[in-house]
């Protein structure tokens, strides 16, 4: 059986250094392949206790007691083929498996950002280069830096006001960072297959593809260059209706780590007052299961403080109502959800900002 350690003989081992007494609990915990703890049982042999280790005492899913040998075969069950193989061996980033990292994993990385291929299994957990359920342009990015031998440097924390600008019947969106940023990556939902032209930078790879009422696009360099300046334009022709909910952003730094994004249009200078719209603090994050969220606002409105999980599906609303002008904090419990990525969304009007926030139970 896979045990960490095994000091029931001694009354002078390892146990006996965390408890006083052979009354104390439990004396083992089962963790499954999701690092969370299923059960305590008593000895290893029979268990008599079905509760939880969050506090809560409440029965553990999945197990009402018993022998443990049978509830660690549960587990393997419940794995699936990672346990049963050992796991996927396929190195980060090597997506078509061939052991060699090139050219061809990015072509097929850029694919699946596109939505032109699906990727399974061992091929696609590959592809999630930062680890964090998502496969965008910071994965792309990462990938390049990994095949050019590039190595991270320190933290940017960059941060982009974004500017969306109608232009006839045209939408020009302007990105304005405060650091080199190395990757765009935009889903525009519209009915047909818009045109997106991005201004100078002529080293910069572009592609797009349009699949289910979903105009995907990513710039890029092939070698990690940064784009001409902090000040980017990109013209998406005959969008000049788009709404913002009907657009999404990422941008990217060289290290493959998302910008801080702030959200405007129509031209207005949100940012000019003693007070800036964006997500000032979220803390504690990780979290577990809290975390106090922290905004202001340059102006009174109508806010909404929302969290959505990685595959853009609203999963609590924080707040949502007359808000003034000026600092704001609230506290989101979590402890309804599962461990994962999320992100908190801030709009108020037409100005947008999000933040990621990582759940660890």
Not at 20 to 31: G, M, V
Not at 140 to 154: D, K, Q, Y
Not at 157 to 175: F, P, R, W
Not at 290 to 309: I, N
């Amino acid at each position: 059986m896979p045990l960490v350690l095994d000091e029931n003989q001694s009354s002078t081992g390892f146990f006996s250094l965390f408890h006083d007494s052979w009354n104390a609990f439990p004396t083992f915990a089962l963790i499954d392949h999701t690092m969370t703890v299923r059960a305590k049982p008593w000895t290893l042999e029979n268990n008599s206790n079905t509760s939880s280790c969050d506090g809560t005492n409440s029965s553990v899913s999945g197990w009402s007691g018993g022998d443990t040998e049978d509830f660690l075969q549960q587990l393997v069950d419940e794995c699936g083929d990672l346990c049963i193989s050992g796991g996927c061996s396929t190195a980060a980033g090597d997506l078509n498996e061939d052991e060699i990292l090139n050219i061809q994993d990015i072509i097929t990385m850029v694919n699946q950002i596109l939505g032109s291929t699906s990727l399974e299994g061992c091929a696609l957990e590959a592809a999630d280069m930062n680890m964090d359920g998502i496969i965008n342009i910071q994965d792309l990015i990462s990938l390049v830096n990994t095949i050019l031998g590039s190595a991270r440097i320190a933290q940017l924390d960059g941060h982009a006001k974004v500017e969306y600008v109608t232009s006839g019947n045209d939408l020009i969106i302007q990105v304005n960072s405060d650091i080199d940023l190395a990757g765009i990556q935009l889903s525009l939902i519209s009915d047909t297959q818009v045109d997106i032209e991005l201004k100078d930078n002529s080293h910069i790879n572009q592609e797009y593809s349009f699949k289910n009422g979903i105009t995907r696009y990513l710039a890029y360099s092939m070698f990690n260059q940064s784009f001409d300046s902090r000040t980017t334009e990109l013209l998406i022709k005959s969008a000049g209706d788009l709404k913002m909910d009907d657009i999404k952003i990422t941008v990217a730094d060289i290290n493959g780590d998302a910008f801080n994004l702030s959200h405007s249009r129509g031209g207005q200078n949100y940012q000019s007052g003693p007070h800036s719209f964006e997500i000032s603090k979220l803390y504690p994050n990780p979290f577990n299961p809290s975390t106090e969220v922290s905004f202001s606002l340059p102006m009174d409105g109508h806010v909404q403080l929302a969290a959505f999980d990685v595959r853009g599906k609203e999963v609590d609303v924080i707040f949502e109502g007359a808000q003034s002008i000026g600092q704001h904090s609230y506290t989101w419990n979590a402890s309804h959800l599962p461990s994962g990525v999320y992100y908190i969304r801030l709009q108020a009007g037409d100005m947008v900002t999000s933040q990621k926030a990582l759940l660890i139970k």
